[in-house]
């Protein structure tokens, strides 16, 4: 009885893998055929505009301003916050940069 119930479950195992396996292969697919309209949108949508360099020194000393203003306010100044300014550096920085670059 149970070995009828194992090899049960292993059909539908193997099943589920196969179509798994299967909408993988289709995605990767379908991504491959995607890439040059995703060059296109990004050629003509993300070219004109302030520009990359611009905007990463606009982003730089934005958010060096906006993080000491935020490190002074919680109330421990610079060091006690320094572990937590460096990771919000790095994604408001990038955040900021990649937005600006964008938007203006």
């Not at 059909?11 to 990767?28: Q, S």
């Not at 697919?29 to 309209?37: G, I, W």
């Not at 003509?44 to 906006?66: C, D, M, Q, R």
């Amino acid at each position: 009885m149970t070995g009828q119930l194992d090899n049960n479950d292993k059909k539908e195992a193997r099943n589920i893998a196969l179509v798994i396996v299967v909408l993988f292969v289709l995605l990767g697919v379908a991504t491959f055929l995607m890439l040059p309209l995703l060059g296109a949108f990004v050629a003509e949508h993300l070219s004109p505009g302030l520009g990359l360099k611009n905007a990463a020194v606009i982003a730089f000393f934005l958010t060096i301003v906006t993080l000491i203003v935020l490190a002074f306010a919680a109330g421990d100044g610079l060091l006690g916050e320094i572990q937590f300014l460096l990771g919000g550096f790095l994604l408001f920085f990038l955040i900021s940069w990649v937005m600006l670059a964008w938007i203006f």
